[in-house]
């Protein structure tokens, strides 16, 4: 079962917040990278989406949109408040006991890592974000295939 960007991205903050020692400073850039390598290796695992959205290619790496605005106003600055619905409540953070430790599992490797490192790993030669130009969309064919 994919879940919604939205989800996804609580979860990481519910993360950040719960473990500060292994997910510090989560900024908007680095929860962008987060999520794709956690999408990157989900499709390679597991052959399914993580997430239910698909990543564009920005000028600084894979993006998610609406990610993108739901928190561009934090610009480098920690995330604090999680994504909330138009009712004002909280995109559900909790996930099936499986992808809540595969999560574990991408903070444990990246974690550690702020986001302009992150974003010079989605660029390296041989990545899906190097496939294509700037402002299309990376297929999960692309994830699955190339280096993550």
Known sequence: MAYSAMQIANAFIRKAQETPN??????????????????????????????????????????IPSIYYEFKDNGGGNIEVPSKNIFGTPFDSQLEARDEYFLDEIIHVYGGFDGWTLSDMTHQEGTAWRKRPVGTVMTDQELFDRKV
């Open 22 to 63: 292994e997910l510090p400073n989560l900024t908007p850039m680095k929860l962008q990278k987060l999520m794709f390598f956690a999408q990157s290796w989900y499709i390679k695992k597991l052959r399914a989406r993580l997430i239910d959205d698909n990543f564009m290619r920005w000028p600084y790496g894979p993006v």
